[in-house]
């Protein structure tokens, strides 16, 4: 796992298999030093992503959004209209940084 700090937000690159392990560690790193963050998710090096592993990312997307923080997976292998509302998937960095700017500009205007 890479981590990479940006200007608005924390870029986490992973390459590692499975995602439970993974995540695991994602969920350490977040809660312990990035919770004020927005967090990218950067799984453009793994090829071979599913809706089965997207779901496991479920509950630390949710909780670190319930924080009003955004968190963006960027992926290019799923099938964008297999993704669920509860996710924000895209499939360049350039994209995730729009999200992000976006999600922050509604927080700001209190939507």
């Known amino acids: 796992m890479t981590i990479n700090d940006h200007d608005t937000f924390v870029e986490i690159i992973s390459e590692i298999e499975p995602f439970k392990d993974f995540i695991s560690l994602l ?5 312990s030093k990035y919770q004020k963050n927005n967090i ?3 799984l453009l090096k793994i090829k071979s992503f599913y809706l089965e ?3 496991l990312f479920l509950t630390v997307s949710n909780s ?3 924080n009003n923080k955004s968190f963006v ?11 669920p509302d509860e996710f924000v998937v895209v499939p360049t960095l350039q994209e995730a940084v729009d ?13």
């Open 27 to 31: 969920k350490t790193e977040i809660s």
């Open 99 to 111: 999200i992000i700017e976006m999600e922050e500009i509604e927080r700001e205007l209190g939507f």
């Open 53 to 55: 592993d997207l779901l």
């Open 64 to 66: 670190h959004r319930s």
């Open 73 to 83: 997976i960027i992926n290019d292998a799923i099938n964008p209209d297999s993704v």
């Open 40 to 42: 990218v998710v950067n």
